[in-house]
C-alpha cells in the first residue's frame, strides 16, 4: 500500500477500538483538569465557608490610645485588614486611616452633602469626636497625605487639595474625601474599611471590609 494511501486505512477493529479509546481517554482527562481549575476559581468568588459576617476591624491597643490621645492635627491610624479568599485562603492586610477630631455640627457644616440628598451616609460620619477618612483619593485611587505646613490633604498625584474635614477645594477630584464608619465596642476601637468607586461624584461602595 503507497504511504499516501495508508492514511485512508481504518485498521483492524482491534486497532479502531484502542484509536476510540485513547481519544475518549483524552477528552475525560481534560475535562477532569478542565473542572480542576474551574472550582477554586469559582469557590473564590465566594465567602469561605464559616467566614465571619463581621467586617468591623480594630485597632491596636498602641493605636487605639494613640488615637484617643490625638488634639488638633490629623492622625494616622495603622490597622489591619483580614480577607478572605476562596482560592487563596486568608491574609491580612495592612491598611490605614486618617483620624480628625470635629463635631457633627463642624462636619455638617463644611460637608452638608454627606447628611443629605443621594449621597447620604447610612452611618454616622463623626462618632468618639473623630471623622475617620479613608485614605484613598476619591479621583484616581492613590494615597494622599496630610501636609501640616498648608493644613490641607494634598494627592501627589494629580494635585488635588482637601480641607482637614475632606472639603474638595482644588483639583481634578469629583467629591471630598470619604468617612469611614468608626465604633467602640467592646473596650476595643473598630474601623469598617470600604472602598468607594473612583472618579465620581457619587458614593458607589466597591467593597467593604
Known amino acids: 500500500m503507497a504511504h499516501a494511501e495508508a492514511y485512508k486505512d481504518p485498521g483492524t477493529p482491534d486497532e479502531q477500538s484502542r484509536r476510540t479509546f485513547m481519544a475518549n481517554a483524552v477528552i ?6 478542565g473542572l480542576g481549575i474551574a472550582v477554586p476559581l ?15 476591624s480594630s485597632l491596636s491597643p498602641d493605636e487605639a490610645d494613640a488615637f484617643k490621645k490625638a488634639t488638633n492635627q490629623p492622625v494616622r491610624i495603622t490597622f489591619h485588614v483580614h480577607e478572605e479568599n476562596g ?24 460637608r452638608p452633602e454627606l447628611y443629605t440628598g ?9 462618632n468618639m469626636g473623630f471623622v475617620i477618612f479613608s485614605p ?5 485611587g492613590c494615597k494622599y497625605a496630610w501636609n501640616q505646613q498648608q493644613n490641607k490633604f494634598l494627592c501627589p498625584c494629580h494635585g488635588s487639595v482637601y480641607s482637614e474635614l475632606g472639603k474638595h477645594e482644588a483639583g481634578p477630584a469629583l467629591r471630598g ?13 473598630q474601623i469598617t474599611w470600604i472602598e ?3 472618579n465620581s461624584p457619587q458614593l458607589i461602595v466597591q467593597k467593604v471590609g
Open 28 to 33: 475525560a482527562l481534560g475535562g477532569v483538569i
Open 177 to 189: 474625601l470619604d468617612p469611614l464608619p468608626l465604633r467602640e465596642y467592646q473596650g476595643k476601637v
Open 196 to 198: 468607594y468607586k473612583f
Open 42 to 56: 469559582v469557590a473564590s468568588l465566594f465567602p469561605a465557608a464559616g467566614a465571619s459576617n463581621d467586617q468591623w
Open 136 to 140: 484613598i483619593c476619591p479621583h484616581l
Open 118 to 126: 443621594d449621597d447620604k451616609l447610612p452611618y454616622p460620619a463623626v
Open 87 to 110: 482560592y487563596l485562603g486568608g491574609a491580612d492586610l495592612d491598611e490605614f486611616v486618617w483620624g480628625v477630631k470635629a463635631t457633627e455640627d463642624q462636619l455638617k457644616a463644611e
